[in-house]
């Protein structure tokens, strides 16, 4: 096992990182700006002023940051000759949309301000107290305050820490610059994981491999942290020299394995330590783009990058179409969000043995059989009568239910072969094609997912083309004549709505055929 540890300061670092997990807080009541004679209240962090502050922790695999987000407040004592001026008494500040610490009321300037001892800290509590008898003021809030287990949403994991500031002074301009310092110590965590992180603005972390059913445990307390997907790393607030061990117990492909962290009493308040179990994670950045590569390991190529694609030309799976993929996939596979791509080859073979049902078979309840799988037509058997703007991408959907039907299914004390060719088809294409658990199973396209992958035509037949791949049928031949791809749409209790990709209307775009027709197989995956 490799466990990596670094003590780094909180305020040592420059560089201000923006993140995924910190949470705005707009929509609160922001106090209006205060009168120029009345005193103004800045937070800066490390000494910096240029970079005001940081609500939580990012991170770039070695160093963290920290900076606040409108909406946060924080609170404030003046202090003068042993006593809480009353104007300042947990004065409660609040960052604005520009940057500014505003306080819950105007305090005008008075000279007794001018030699007085000002203190910050943060989060903001309305019961914060001060003991002036103390070295430190805040001396016995820090030795109560225990962070919480459950520091898993960015509001809890930001309770979970204080900071503070020392005594700072009012300057000539009647503004405090209260500069403050992290109180407790960070733990950051680095599971074993294997990932994409997009540049694509909207997508989501692609984790591909990983760590699975992780519990953390501090000492004998069953502990939640922070999870941060942009940087797949687990953040957790803790006690500064606590002499707890961290236990972190997971399974990695399928075997179970515990690590401890036992030295977590060397971390000082206003550090973190950094923690590397099995390797951590292998972030791989990446700008998706439709006609970039799926390989069979469920790793990405980009199409612009010639070498690479040459030394993976045997392990290419499909083509990128869709960057992004639609609710229907992401309600049954939550984690395949990020793209749809096709297969590099196709078959032609029919769908069953029947292109209708008879008298019979309809009477004993063949005519409907599909809705108790949960399937349903156009509600049209005209092909010029459908609405191509209203067709829905439902071709992940429909597969797997598809995948449920019984070949031999009986109704009624009668049997249809609606779907046997279309089941061996899919059952030797999943089993020649196997892909990691990250990527949903293959599916048939829909309508709209062809149409999808018509306007993406382009760059798929370039991405096609240049490994030597199955063109698509439109762009392979001139004649439309029977060149149709089965789409995963229902005509009828035998029959299917295919797909040309020849035209623009309906009518030539959209064609009907009997499951015992001989039309084009060829199937998607998402990711």
């Given at each position: 096992m490799k466990k990596n540890h670094n003590l780094i300061s909180l305020y040592s670092v420059l560089t201000v990182?923006?993140?995924?997990?910190l949470v705005s807080c707009t929509a609160k009541n922001e106090p209006e700006?205060?009168?120029?004679?009345?005193l103004s209240f800045s937070i800066t962090q490390g000494g910096n002023a240029a970079r005001?502050?940081?609500?939580?922790?990012?991170?770039?695999?070695k160093t963290f940051t920290t900076t606040f987000t409108s909406g946060d407040e924080a609170g404030v004592f003046a202090v003068r000759n042993g006593e809480v001026i009353a104007e300042v008494?947990?004065?409660?500040?609040?960052?604005?949309?520009?940057?500014?610490w505003v306080p819950a009321r105007m305090v005008p300037y008075d000279a007794k301000f001018d030699d007085a001892d000002f203190y910050a800290?943060?989060?903001?509590?309305?019961d914060m107290t001060l003991n002036l008898s103390a070295d430190d003021p805040f001396a016995d809030v820090l030795a109560a305050h225990q962070p919480a287990a459950d520091q898993s949403t960015a509001e809890a994991y930001a309770a979970a820490d204080i900071m503070t500031s020392a005594a700072c002074a009012l300057n000539d301009n009647r503004a405090v610059r209260l500069n403050v310092q992290h109180r407790m110590a960070l733990v950051s965590i680095e599971m074993p994981n294997q990932a994409y992180q997009f540049t694509n603005e909207g997508l989501s972390t692609y984790v591909l491999a990983g760590a699975d059913s992780i519990t953390f445990t501090l000492g004998e307390t069953a502990v939640q942290p922070l999870f941060d997907e942009q940087t797949q790393h687990y953040l957790f607030i803790v006690r500064p020299q606590t002499e707890e061990t961290l236990t972190i117990a997971y399974q990695d492909a399928g075997v179970p394995r515990t690590s401890q962290i036992t030295n977590l009493a060397d971390v000082w308040a206003g550090e973190y330590a950094g923690y590397?179990?099995?390797?951590?994670a292998d972030i791989t950045v990446h700008t998706l783009q439709v006609g970039d590569y799926l390989l069979t390991d469920g790793t990405l190529v980009s199409k612009d990058d010639a070498a690479a694609v040459a030394a993976n030309i045997g392990n290419i799976a499909a083509v990128v179409y869709s960057v992004g993929t639609n609710p229907g996939i992401t309600d049954l596979r939550p984690a395949c969000s990020h793209g749809i791509a096709i297969a590099l080859t196709e078959?032609?073979?029919?769908?069953?043995?029947?292109?209708?049902t008879t008298s019979e078979q309809n009477a004993a309840g063949w005519s409907s059989w599909f809705t108790q799988y949960g399937m349903a037509g156009l509600g049209t058997n005209t092909n010029t009568a459908i609405d191509l703007n209203s067709l829905v991408a439902v071709g992940y959907e429909y597969t797997m239910k598809w995948v449920s039907v019984p070949v031999d299914m009986e109704i009624g004390g009668v049997k249809a072969d609606i779907n046997s060719a279309f089941a061996a088809t899919y059952a030797a294409w999943a089993e020649a094609n196997p892909m990691p658990a990250a990527n949903t199973e293959w599916f048939i396209p829909s309508l709209r997912d062809w149409m999808n992958i018509r306007e993406a035509n382009e760059a798929v037949a370039a991405s096609l083309n240049a490994v030597m791949a199955d063109d698509l049928l439109w762009n392979a031949h001139e004649q439309p004549e029977k060149l149709y791809y089965w789409s995963s749409n229902l005509r009828g209790a035998a029959a299917m709505w295919c797909y040309t990709g020849f035209g623009t209307t309906a009518g030539e775009l959209i064609q009907a055929s009997g499951n015992k027709d001989g039309r084009y197989y060829r199937f998607a995956i998402a990711f």
């Open positions: 990182l923006a993140v995924s997990f700006a205060q009168p120029a004679n009345a005001p502050g940081v609500r939580r922790v990012a991170t770039d695999g008494n947990n004065l409660r500040l609040t960052l604005n949309g520009a940057g500014t800290y943060f989060p903001y509590s309305k590397t179990i099995d390797g951590g078959k032609k073979d029919k769908w069953g043995t029947i292109g209708s």
